[in-house]
């Protein structure tokens, strides 16, 4: 496929007219369509200009390049190479600084790189195959050998679930997260999260401002929500992919439950 051919993709993907590319990207809407036909053969720069304006991920930079004839631009290193030892070392800070609260760093695939302390205690119960790196957030929330039967309102949770991978798929297609969806996420899966009143109710109330997830821990139920962390201005791959999710408790008693340890 063409770097054109890419791009316009890109473009469709995003819904963004030629017009509003080109006004964001400083060039002539001809000048976009030119390069989208194949009519002309954009430079490196234009490419990452384009790229840029319709914040495409830099894995998908790279193959822009690569469809252009040049070489890719961001390198792809794991976590644990020296040359991200600052970047590691900040996402291990986050982690340690939301203790006693859980948090987790995971990649694009939702495979998890790091956890804190505070997810120990989770792993208990969960089949040993679950476990096996390249353990697997998405997996371990909804499949039954995992967290499944702790989560009071699973059908709520696997909403968020489809939500979110759907949000990804639809920005940046990718064959193993779309397996992934597949596995857990399906419609026909609904069934799944049983019939009782506790898995069938929802979990918001008029006093909710968010969804929470409420787990059954101890004989209570704890409340909790998440927000997400990610790097602002990555130039590496695997940066530009990493996640950091914080869990908070939703009430004071949920609160309690994790400070008293």
């Known amino acids: ?18 017009l509003d590319l080109a006004l964001a990207a400083g060039v002539s809407a001809r000048h976009v369509s030119l390069v989208e036909t194949g009519k002309t053969n954009p430079s490196a720069d234009m490419v990452l200009r384009l790229a840029e304006r319709l914040d495409v991920p830099l ?10 004839g040049f070489a890719p631009r961001y390198p792809e290193r794991p976590l644990g190479d020296s040359a991200l030892a600052a970047a590691r070392e900040a996402v291990e800070r ?7 609260y ?10 998890i790189l790091r956890t804190n ?14 476990l096996r790196p390249p353990v697997n957030l998405v997996r371990l929330g909804l499949d039954p050998r995992g967290f499944a039967p702790l989560v009071v309102n699973l059908a709520d949770v696997r909403a968020v679930f489809r939500a ?15 397996a992934l969806y597949d596995e857990l996420l399906a419609p026909d899966h609904e069934h799944d999260d049983g019939d009782g009143e506790a898995a069938g109710r929802s979990a918001a109330d008029a006093s909710d401002v968010v969804l929470p997830m409420i787990l059954r821990l101890g004989g209570r139920e704890v409340r909790m929500f998440s927000t997400l962390t990610t790097f602002g201005t990555p130039m590496d791959i695997t ?11 939703a009430d004071a008693e949920s609160a309690a439950y994790f400070e008293r340890g």
């Open 102 to 111: 859980p948090a987790v760093a995971f990649d694009r695939r939702w495979d």
């Open 117 to 130: 302390r505070a997810v120990e205690p989770f792993f208990a119960g969960v089949a040993p195959e679950l």
């Open 1 to 18: 496929m063409t770097v054109g051919e890419l791009l316009r993709q890109w473009r469709h993907r995003k819904r963004v007219s030629q």
């Open 94 to 100: 986050v982690l340690r600084a939301h203790e006693p």
């Open 164 to 178: 979110r991978l759907g949000r990804q798929l639809a920005a940046a297609p990718d064959p193993a997260l779309a």
């Open 59 to 68: 894995r998908e930079r790279n193959r822009l390049l690569l469809a252009a």
């Open 239 to 249: 940066l530009d992919e990493v996640a950091i999710e914080l869990y908070y408790p």
